[in-house]
């Protein structure tokens, strides 16, 4: 079993930066593909990014690129998200996911078995 634990949510500006972390447990997770999701109020929970087992492949949403990047230090388990020059439409809890069924980054929901909780993000314009 494995255990996802976020930090690193909070309130800012538009323009402000965050850096989230995701704490896996449990078992070691370096194996897995791991990604980050979101989910705005009244919205379904949207793709953000992924990161392959080996943190060399990475893949992100076309509202992210460029603004946001995905890396994971498996000696410490743990993934992190940069958020740079963040805007309102950021505003979502975002959720660490892992897969135990692929190696490989994946933008569809149903790959991932293992879920955090979730943190908050909200952006003031």
């Known amino acids: 079993q494995v255990q996802l634990v976020e930090s690193g949510g909070g309130l800012v500006q538009a323009g402000d930066s965050l850096r989230l972390s995701c704490a896996a447990s449990?078992?070691?997770?370096?194996?897995?593909?791991m990604g980050w999701f979101r989910q705005a109020p009244g919205k379904e929970r949207d793709f953000v990014a992924a990161?392959?087992?080996?943190?060399?492949?990475?893949y992100y949403a076309d509202s992210v690129k460029g603004r946001f990047t995905i890396a994971r230090d498996n000696a410490k388990n743990t993934m992190y998200l940069q958020m740079n020059s963040l805007k309102p439409e950021d505003t979502a809890v975002y959720y660490c996911?892992?897969?135990?069924?692929?190696?490989?980054?994946?933008?569809?929901?149903?790959?991932?078995?293992?879920w955090g909780q979730g943190t908050q993000v909200t952006v003031s314009a």
């Open positions: 996911a892992a897969s135990s069924y692929t190696r490989w980054p994946s933008a569809d929901p149903a790959i991932y078995n293992y």
């Open positions: 449990g078992r070691t997770f370096s194996s897995y593909a």
């Open positions: 990161i392959v087992w080996s943190a060399d492949n990475t």
